[in-house]
């Protein structure tokens, strides 16, 4: 498991296992968010037996499977609710850790300025630059 802090409340990471949790705990996080479809993961991996293990040692555990079709801006905010609706750290996974930087970068633009959301981003080992279009325009939007 390799977690990469985006800020201090919102970390991602590749897929995670049931095995990863009791770190995951360990580390702090009160919540841990799957943007991975079940469709891609053995049943191990799946978001029912990840979510078991999460729950059973005491976190949060929210699923909102995420596809290039299903990043809405509806999906978008869903993923901030979840992660700023809780006490404490954040952890998303999906299968490399993009696509959640990718939502989270997406739910930013009326907070923090394009270059801060993709040196925030770039600083977890994530170069979203082709995204800086879709950026400056939502946060053009948001203004």
Same mark, same amino acid.
């Given at each position: 498991?390799?977690?990469?802090?985006?800020?201090p409340r919102y970390a991602v990471s590749p897929q995670i296992t049931v095995e990863d949790v009791p770190a995951i705990a360990e580390a702090g996080f009160v919540k841990v968010i799957c943007n991975r479809p079940n469709v891609e993961v053995p049943a191990i991996m799946q978001s =029912?037996? *990840?979510?078991? &293990?999460?729950?059973? #040692? $005491?976190?949060?555990?929210?699923? @909102?499977?995420?596809?290039?079709?299903?990043?809405?801006?509806?999906?978008?905010?869903?993923?901030?609710?979840?992660?700023?609706?809780?006490?404490?750290?954040?952890?998303?996974?999906?299968?490399?850790?993009?696509?959640?930087?990718?939502?989270?970068?997406?739910?930013?633009?009326?907070?923090?300025?394009? =270059?801060? *959301?993709?040196? &925030?981003?770039?600083? #977890? $080992?994530?170069?979203?630059?082709? @995204?800086?279009?879709?950026?400056?325009?939502?946060?053009?939007?948001?203004?």
């Open positions: 498991m390799e977690i990469r802090p985006i800020t =029912d037996a *990840i979510g078991d &293990a999460v729950r059973a #040692a $005491g976190l949060e555990y929210e699923v @909102l499977e995420l596809t290039h079709q299903t990043m809405t801006p509806e999906n978008v905010a869903l993923q901030r609710e979840l992660a700023e609706s809780c006490s404490g750290p954040v952890l998303a996974y999906c299968a490399s850790g993009t696509r959640c930087s990718v939502v989270w970068a997406l739910g930013q633009c009326d907070r923090m300025s394009t =270059d801060d *959301i993709l040196e &925030a981003t770039h600083k #977890a $080992g994530y170069a979203l630059d082709n @995204l800086r279009p879709i950026l400056d325009q939502t946060r053009s939007e948001a203004d």
